[in-house]
Nanobody
């Protein structure tokens, strides 16, 4: 079983940066591909980024390429999402997820989820 806890959300202005973190429990963290999803009000949860268990491979949705960077530290059981040049359309609740396959873009492809952290970007 993997438990995930996100942190780092907040209210920022357009163009600012935020760094989200996700702390995972369990001894098999490196066996899991990790991902970030987001969900804006009235919209479905959407894929943002994923990273393989080793950290070698990463993937991003087109709208965040060049602005967001995903990383992980298997020694500390953490995964991070560095978000730069934030836009109002990035406003959403951001979720950390763990799954056994790198990578899936559907939420159903992940077995474990955090509670989410709110990111609000004002114009």
């Amino acid at each position: 079983q993997v438990q995930l806890v996100e942190s780092g959300g907040g209210l920022v202005q357009a163009g600012d940066s935020l760094r989200l973190s996700c702390a995972a429990s369990g001894r098999t963290f490196s066996a899991y591909a990790m991902a970030w999803f987001r969900q804006a009000p009235g919209r479905e949860r959407e894929f943002v980024s994923a990273i393989s268990g080793s950290g070698v491979n990463t993937a991003y949705t087109n709208s965040v390429k060049g602005r967001f960077t995903i990383s992980r530290d298997n020694a500390k059981n953490t995964v991070a999402l560095q978000m730069n040049s934030l836009k109002p359309e990035d406003t959403a609740v951001y979720y950390c997820a763990a799954g056994l396959v790198f990578y899936r873009t559907l939420a159903t492809g992940y077995d474990h989820w955090g509670q989410g952290t709110q990111v609000t970007v004002s114009s």
